[in-house]
T-cell receptor
Framework: NAGVMQNPRHLVRRRGQEARLRCSPM?????VYWYRQLPEEGLKFMVY????????ESGMPKERFSAEFPKEGPSILRIQQVVRGDSAAYFC?????????????FGQGTRLTVV | TQLLEQSPQFLSIQEGENLTVYCNSS?????LQWYRQEPGEGPVLLVT?????EVKKLKRLTFQFGDARKDSSLHITAAQPGDTGLYLC????????FGTGTQLKVEL
């Protein structure tokens, strides 16, 4: 039983490049959540998606950030024109039904470094 | 905005000691979860507490949810080096609000 798989584990991008972070939820899970953990800060909610739908994106920065969870394939968190302040650990979690009714399981994260 | 404050922020103890970590909020939560996160890894769920006043035990770890469902505590008995990690409380349903974290270090 594979857990939540995130890749890459580490990603280095130069300022202005694009970063694409992938998350494959646990088998049978159709709900995906993205969180960001900035250095010296706690985990902050970014976005909640179901297959082909964004349910809650209230934690997403207004510009440069987008997320999708297509019918087939992993969920993608995309950051355009990265800046140094985007350097953080990005975690994905998944659940079989809405998280408020069950447990969500986290992946190991993608550590983004912007140089 | 719901906020969760944890205390202490840092805790360094010797193996065999007992400790308590607190998680407090001015908001009511329908449930609270406790996670442990190790360096370079994602948070791992330890327990979910749902009912006010509820006490749950997980081996040497005891979790309590406050009667008013605004606070929670984690007590570890006879701490071991393997307990070292970042302990996080979280609540809020589909959009989890995480606490500020308690970094625990247990030394031999």
């Amino acid at each position: 039983n594979a857990g939540v798989m995130q890749n890459p584990r580490h990603l280095v991008r130069r300022r202005g490049q694009e970063a694409r972070l992938r998350c494959s939820p646990m088998k049978g899970h159709s709900h995906v959540y993205w969180y960001r953990q900035l250095p010296e800060e706690g985990l902050k909610f970014m976005v909640y998606l179901q297959k082909e739908n964004i349910i809650d994106e209230s934690g997403m920065p207004k510009e440069r950030f987008s997320a999708e969870f297509p019918k087939e394939g992993p969920s993608i968190l995309r950051i355009q024109q990265v800046v140094r302040g985007d350097s953080a650990a990005y975690f994905c979690a998944s659940s079989p039904v809405p998280q408020k009714n069950t447990e969500a399981f986290f992946g190991q994260g993608t550590r983004l470094t912007v140089v | 905005t719901q906020l969760l404050e944890q205390s202490p922020q840092f805790l360094s103890i010797q193996e065999g000691e007992n400790l308590t970590v607190y998680c407090n909020s001015s908001s009511v939560f329908s449930s609270l979860q406790w996670y442990r996160q190790e360096p370079g890894e994602g948070p791992v769920l330890l327990v979910t507490v749902v009912t006010g006043g509820e006490v749950k035990k997980l081996k040497r770890l005891t979790f309590q949810f406050g009667d008013a469902r605004k606070d929670s505590s984690l007590h570890i008995t006879a701490a071991q080096p393997g307990d070292t990690g970042l302990y996080l409380c979280a609540g809020g349903g589909n959009k989890l609000t995480f606490g500020t974290g308690t970094q625990l270090k247990v030394e031999l």
